[in-house]
């Protein structure tokens, strides 16, 4: 997750070094993982670029309610205190209100990732009593887009419709939008959608090569129109920033984002511009592995949500901070390397203490080899190379952004 709002905040004029925008913070006693945890896989639509594969029907082997409550128990004794509840459609599993309030009342940070399309008055009232730090609903364009994509003809309406009634009924809200090439000549309006509505945060996905994402990845936008979406971003964060505004914009699953950024900083407000990369080092790009932690419906842990082919166990038969500590795993150990055994333009980028060399799930899916490349990177060869005056560094493992009520949502 990359807070681009949180980043431009640092680069206003006259804000000082340490300053940061006001977030929420980190739950006491955080050590491990943000979890997006995916309770279940049933789902009322069938987006194309859904990472688990969902459908609407119920998929044997998912953990019960009491395997549920035991491994809540195991993630908040192993330090993880984010907890992102997922599906599927989460409003679909029969107690996801039941599990929602238990760990809020274990002291976890709980956020809610819907359609919103089941956003009816009955669990509007639930979702507002449970009391969820954040709910984030998506929408993949405009009315005819997003039902296309989402292959539900109203499916728009009631995602807008949920969006607003969560806005009016006082909880902290977002807009997700996975961007591809059907979609991107959209996001302007998406992004005036958002003044209308005044919705508080906009989270843009690029496009991840997992699940059905991996079968449309022909979708992925190509490189121009995701420098043209990032270049609307950074403007519309940037007019933010200069009205005072704080709302939050962020992207996910390209960490090319933040030199991207680097770069604009250069043109725009380079006297802001090491003050920019040493925030962007302790942040520290791709988590996976790391910060970042997935567990699945049916108890198996991935390195993050796109890892759904590869499992590191499962915590029906072992708890999962013996599963997320062990690094017999190759893939697990090559992620917690610093640096990671990576190949290819990764390798020799100048900025990998800044975006540890990015998805390495596009780079499997598409080469078989999880080290090479990130084709999804869109920063040309002189862009990678540039230094700004300086010579690249390496951060320790350790010391990345564990900020992680504000980078889970």
């Avoid at 809540?72 to 029969?94: K, N, Q, T």
């Avoid at 995701?226 to 971003?233: P, Y």
């Avoid at 150990?333 to 640096?339: A, Y």
Wanted: hydrophobic share 35%; net charge neutral.
């Amino acid at each position: 997750m990359f807070r681009l709002s949180r980043y431009l905040h640092a680069l206003r004029p006259g804000t000082d070094a340490g300053t940061r925008p006001a977030q929420p913070t980190a739950s006491a006693g955080q050590t491990g993982p943000v979890v997006i945890w995916n309770l279940v896989r049933r789902c009322n639509l069938t987006c194309r670029h859904c990472y688990a594969t969902s459908a609407d029907k119920d998929f044997p082997g998912e953990l019960d309610r009491a395997e549920i409550d035991r491994v809540m128990d195991d993630l908040h004794a192993y330090g993880v205190r984010v907890l992102i509840l997922s599906g599927g459609e989460p409003l679909l599993h029969p107690d996801i209100f039941a599990i929602a309030r238990r760990a809020k009342a274990l002291g976890f940070y709980v956020g809610l990732s819907s359609n919103g399309t089941l956003i009816d008055a009955a669990r509007l009232a639930e979702i507002a009593a449970t009391g969820f730090d954040y709910v984030g609903i998506s929408l993949d364009g405009l009315r005819e887009t997003h039902d296309r994509i989402r292959r539900r003809e109203g499916a728009f309406a009631a995602a807008l419709q949920g969006l607003r009634d969560c806005r009016t009924a006082g909880l902290k809200v977002g807009l997700r939008f996975t961007l591809t090439r059907d979609n991107a000549a959209e996001l302007p309006e998406l992004l005036r959608l958002m003044d209308e509505e005044d919705i508080d945060k906009f989270y843009l996905s690029h496009l991840n090569y997992a699940g059905r994402g991996y079968r449309n990845r022909g979708d992925d936008p190509h490189h121009r129109l995701t420098r043209e979406a990032m270049d609307l971003l950074f403007e519309t964060c940037w007019a933010d920033v200069r009205a005072g505004r704080r709302r939050e914009i962020v992207t996910g699953n390209n960490d090319a984002d933040a030199v991207y950024l680097l770069h604009w900083a250069a043109r725009r407000q380079p006297d802001a511009l090491p003050r920019l990369r040493t925030m962007l080092r302790r942040w520290g790009g791709n988590a996976s592995g790391v910060n970042i932690a997935n567990i699945d419906n049916e108890g198996r842990v991935h390195p993050d949500t796109m890892w759904w082919d590869y499992s590191l166990g499962n915590v029906k038969e072992r708890p999962f901070g013996v599963i997320w500590d062990d690094r017999s795993d190759p893939l697990m150990d090559g992620l917690k390397q610093h640096p990671r055994p990576l190949k290819g333009r990764c390798a020799t980028c100048s900025h990998l203490d800044i975006c540890a060399g990015n998805s390495r799930t596009r780079a499997w899916r598409l080469t078989g080899d999880p080290w090479s490349e990130d084709p999804g990177c869109y920063l040309t060869d002189a862009e990678i190379a540039e230094t700004f005056g300086e010579a690249p560094g390496l951060r320790p493992a350790s010391t990345g952004d564990r900020d992680v009520a504000r980078n889970a949502a």
